[in-house]
C-alpha cells in the first residue's frame, strides 16, 4: 500500500519561510513525478511544483517561480518543498502527489494517483 505523509505546515508571517516534506513508504518511485498541490478555501485545487524522480527535472506554477523550490532525497524517498517570501495568498492546505512519470507531466490533479493527507500553511499579512 502507497502512503505520502506530509508535514512542516505551519503558521508564518508574509515574507517568511517554510518547508514542507512528503515521505513516501510501501513503493519504491523510482519511474515517478512527485508534485506538490495546494487548495485554498473555496477554490479548486491547483498545482504547485513538480519533481521527476528520475532526473530531478523541475517544475513550477507561474505563480511560485522565483520563491518555491522542490527537491528530493532518494535515500529517505522524501520530496521536500523550500517556500520564501511567503505571501497571504500562498495561504492554502498543501497535498504532496504522485504520477507515473511513463506518462510525463500533467498539472490536473485528477491525472494523480497517489496522494497525501495534507498540511495547513497559513500566512499572515
Known amino acids: 500500500q502507497v502512503q505520502l505523509v506530509e508535514s512542516g505546515g505551519g503558521l508564518v508571517q508574509a515574507g517568511g519561510s517554510l518547508r514542507l516534506s512528503c515521505a513516501s513508504s510501501g513503493r519504491t518511485f523510482s519511474s515517478y513525478i512527485r508534485g506538490w498541490f495546494r487548495q485554498a478555501p473555496g477554490k479548486e485545487r491547483e498545482f504547485v511544483a513538480a519533481i521527476t524522480w528520475s532526473r530531478g527535472n523541475t517544475y513550477y506554477a507561474d505563480s511560485v517561480k522565483g520563491r518555491f523550490t522542490i527537491s528530493k532525497d532518494n535515500a529517505k524517498n522524501t520530496v521536500y518543498l523550500q517556500m520564501n517570501n511567503l505571501k497571504p495568498e500562498d495561504t492554502a492546505v498543501y497535498y504532496c502527489?504522485?504520477?507515473?512519470?511513463?506518462?510525463?507531466?500533467?498539472?490536473?490533479?485528477?491525472?494523480?494517483?497517489?496522494w497525501g493527507q495534507g498540511t495547513q500553511v497559513t500566512v499572515s499579512s
Open positions: 502527489a504522485a504520477r507515473d512519470e511513463y506518462y510525463g507531466l500533467n498539472t490536473a490533479p485528477i491525472s494523480w494517483a497517489y
